[in-house]
């Protein structure tokens, strides 16, 4: 049974850091692309950041220079540390597998930035 656990999202003040975590079970992410999402009260769920079994990441335009996805393969976990924290990226944060059919969602870990 797949399973990702996120972790690691809480309260800051605006100009501070959080590092998420995605941990998983039943299966093995260093082998998967994965993706961070989040959602906003009234909005619908955007994409963040993603990284490939390589390496390689990609990030959304308003993240770009303060966010960076990176893996523990010995941990099967995946990060989101995030740096120059803003009021706007207040929301619930998402891991989600990418390459597998189908894809799995995390529960979710609730990020909220004070002005």
């Known amino acids: 049974q797949v399973q990702l656990v996120e972790s690691g999202g809480g309260l800051v003040q605006a100009g501070g850091s959080l590092r998420l975590s995605c941990a998983a079970s039943?299966?093995?992410?260093?082998?998967?692309?994965v993706g961070w999402y989040r959602q906003a009260p009234g909005k619908e769920r955007e994409w963040v950041a993603t990284?490939?079994?390589?390496?390689?990441?990609n990030y959304a335009d308003s993240v770009k220079g303060r966010f960076t996805i990176s893996r523990d393969n010995a941990r099967n976990t995946v990060y989101l540390q995030m740096n120059s924290l803003k009021p706007e990226d207040t929301a619930v944060y998402y891991c989600?597998?990418?390459?597998?059919?189908?894809?799995?969602w995390g529960q979710g870990t609730q990020v909220t930035v004070s002005s």
């Open positions: 989600r597998t990418e390459s597998t059919v189908p894809k799995y």
């Open positions: 990284i490939t079994s390589r390496g390689s990441t």
């Open positions: 039943g299966i093995i992410l260093s082998v998967d692309r």
